[in-house]
């Protein structure tokens, strides 16, 4: 089990007994890190951080007798002049050399572990009619995925980028394109202020399901199996994970709630609740029902003042003389 956190430290642990096995060294300043990801190129592995210091920092993960702090491997030219010049937000690993970094910057880089360079950059273009208010209130790359099942086929989109400007963007890294795009929320189109941001996605091993979690506090299912195959011009048309081989999706939100799903939208229920539900026993799922506070933050804003005006309404003549009549 590997960590990082905001002190800038990534750790190895045994999580069978707790017990920390190694430390990594920290980035310059002990800046914060807010990715990491696990490359294994058979021969060999690594461990990958990045966050506030910009740059990449890459740590072997060897067979071999190591010190207990495992110093940071020498940072990539390229890395250095072609770089992220803003926070990495976000990292994924395609094998068997592809490793792709997100940053505020909106810069979506993809890079060439045996060569050590940059071998893509992809920069989404702003919509031209939104305010710069409106753009700069999600101008970075905040999550992304490698489609590792079509890049094995070499089939159209192999990787998928949330952010910026709202939109889920699909490309492809063979022909170096964007493949296609939507908006998140078709009501951010008419907002003047403000976006939605794709805070987390992840999609099940055949490729066939997104799954994206946003700030408004949607998990939202998208059917990909035949979206942006083809390399035809195309037009613009919360943390979350999918269990592989089973049809579950698990989500989590700043609220500290975690909660379980089945990939068709029903809701199981949500962890550490006292109302017990089974994964093997259907009836005890929590569907038809949401909760509660999902129901309350999407009432209509005047909802408790309707109810209040319909309680204390008076019967009219009609309804006094049909209850005579019962």
């Avoid at 980035?27 to 060999?44: A, G, K, Q």
């Avoid at 099940?204 to 997104?210: F, Q």
């Amino acid at each position: 089990l590997i960590t990082a956190g905001r002190d800038g430290k990534g750790k190895i642990w045994n999580y069978n007994n707790g017990h920390c096995l190694h430390e990594l060294e920290p980035p310059c300043n002990n800046t914060e890190v807010s990715t990491l990801i696990y490359i294994d190129m058979r021969f060999s592995k690594f461990i990958m951080t990045a966050g506030w210091s910009h740059r990449l920092n890459f740590y072997l993960d060897s067979l071999e007798s190591v010190p207990y702090q495992i110093p940071r491997l020498p940072t990539w030219l390229d890395d250095t002049v072609r770089g992220h010049t803003g926070d990495v937000l976000c990292s994924d690993f395609c094998p068997p050399e592809a490793v792709a970094t997100g940053g505020y910057d909106g810069k979506l880089i993809v890079w060439d572990m045996e060569s050590s360079s940059r071998a893509h950059l992809f920069i989404p273009r702003p919509p031209r009619d939104w305010s710069q208010e409106k753009l700069d209130s999600d101008c970075g790359v905040s999550c992304l995925k490698f489609l590792r099942n079509r890049a094995k086929r070499k089939m159209g989109t192999m990787l998928v980028s949330g952010g910026p400007y709202g939109h889920v963007y699909f490309w492809n890294t063979t022909l170096n394109k964007l493949m296609a795009k939507f908006l998140v929320n078709e009501a951010d189109e008419e907002n003047e202020t403000d976006v939605t941001n794709v805070s987390a996605m992840d999609s099940d091993t055949h490729n066939d399901t997104l799954v994206t979690g946003d700030s408004r506090g949607y998990v939202t299912l998208y059917d990909i199996t035949h979206y942006a195959i083809k390399s035809a011009e195309l037009h613009t048309p919360p943390g979350v994970k999918v269990i592989p081989y089973r049809p579950l999706v698990v989500s989590c939100s700043q609220d500290c709630t975690v909660r379980l799903w089945i990939m068709d939208g029903r809701f199981v229920g949500t962890f550490g609740h006292p109302t017990n539900w089974q994964l093997e026993d259907e009836l005890t799922f929590r569907h038809p029902y949401i909760p509660s506070d999902i129901w309350e933050a999407n009432l209509p804003p005047d909802y408790e003042e309707k109810k209040a005006r319909e309680a204390n309404k008076l019967p009219s003549l009609t309804d006094m003389v049909s209850s005579v009549s019962r």
